[in-house]
């Protein structure tokens, strides 16, 4: 009788440290799946905002005066939404 409940604590031994050797594995990779797409996104969005720059870059030097008036109105139109926004308050 107490070899029966050691074989089976022993066999219950080693089916835990399998199981968590698998779940280590599985989370390794999961991790390791994660970091790749996360480098990737990050090099896209360097990418795009590389990108972005540049077409700003071109637009500004194309038509400079438009640009001006053009940021000008956006400065303008966020003053008066934030003056408004914060006046309440």
């Known amino acids: 009788m107490a070899k029966t409940v050691l074989d089976k604590t022993g066999e219950y031994i080693d089916d835990s440290a399998r199981k968590a050797a698998e779940f280590s594995s599985t989370v390794a990779n999961a991790v390791g799946d994660g ?10 969005g360097r990418e795009a905002v590389g990108d972005f720059v540049d077409d700003a870059t071109k637009r500004v030097k194309r038509r400079p005066i438009e640009s001006v008036v053009l940021s000008l109105a956006v400065g303008v139109a966020l003053g008066f939404l934030i003056a408004w926004a914060t006046k309440d308050a």
Do not use: D
């Open 35 to 44: 970091l790749g797409v996360a480098k990737r996104a990050a090099r896209e």
